[in-house]
């Protein structure tokens, strides 16, 4: 089976801090997105690689930023928290050959105070 | 632009009842589409897809979904719901763009609620 596993299921963090949300999938896929989860607004794109070292912005990319430094690793960095930024992160992943079968990881509900 | 509405927001249905949720598109080509549901605290888990052909399409769990392109509908359907069906249902098209290839663009969910 296809895992696609975020490092934390719930975060508590401070305005202004930095923070790293680390998603890591275990079948080799090419592509990786960021989605971030709000009641009544359903799921927007963040960011997404298509490869390593490569990343694109999506829709709300503003106050994010993303690294993929190897293919199996998508982090998504909020350079300074802020509290609108309490959401639910959801990572996924696709492959090239098959590129909408998109797995989901649980998801980092994050709160920021 | 691609855009997917799912105009009910909240759906009651009693534990036997049949069921059907909606989903309107907006897209140019021949779309890619998919409904996910989402149990509490857990990931997206891809109930069907349609990309071409059969416009009836079978998912698991026993759920349907019907394509109508003179409609731009995409909704999805059960006979006989059970209580494990309360969950968050999305309805999903995907891009087939080469810079944007398998990007999806979510509606806004259904929550369903099944009374015993």
């Known amino acids: 089976d296809v895992k696609v596993t975020q490092s934390s299921r719930y975060l508590v963090k401070r305005t202004g801090e930095k923070v790293f949300l680390e998603c890591v999938q275990d079948?080799?896929?090419?592509?990786m997105f960021w989605y971030r989860q709000d009641p009544g607004l359903g799921l927007r794109l963040i960011y997404f690689?298509?490869?390593?070292?490569?990343?694109e912005k999506g829709d709300i990319p503003e106050g994010y930023s993303v690294s993929r430094e190897k293919k199996e690793r998508f982090s998504l960095i909020l350079e300074s928290a802020s509290t609108n930024q309490t959401s639910m992160y959801l990572c996924?992943?696709?492959?090239?050959?098959?590129?909408?079968?998109?797995?989901f990881g649980q998801g980092t509900r994050l709160t920021v105070v | 632009a691609q855009s997917v509405t799912q105009p009910d927001i909240h759906i009651t249905v009693s534990e036997g009842a049949s069921l059907e949720l909606r989903c309107n598109y907006s897209?140019?080509?021949?779309?890619?589409l998919f409904w996910y549901v989402q149990s509490p605290g857990q990931g997206l888990q891809l109930l069907l897809k349609?990309?071409?052909?059969?416009?009836l399409v079978q998912g698991i769990k026993g759920f349907e979904a019907e394509f109508k392109r003179s409609q731009s509908s995409f909704n999805l359907r059960k006979p006989s719901v059970h209580w494990s069906d309360a969950a968050e249902y999305f309805c999903?098209?995907?891009?087939?763009?080469?810079?944007?290839?398998?990007?999806?663009?979510f509606g806004r969910g259904t929550q369903l609620t099944v009374w015993p």
């Open positions: 996924a992943s696709s492959q090239n050959r098959n590129p909408f079968e998109a797995y």
């Open positions: 079948m080799d896929h090419e592509n």
């Open positions: 690689s298509y490869d390593v070292k490569m990343k």
């Open positions: 897209y140019g080509a021949t779309p890619y």
């Open positions: 349609y990309f071409s052909g059969d416009t």
């Open positions: 999903a098209v995907g891009d087939d763009r080469g810079s944007t290839l398998g990007r999806l663009y």
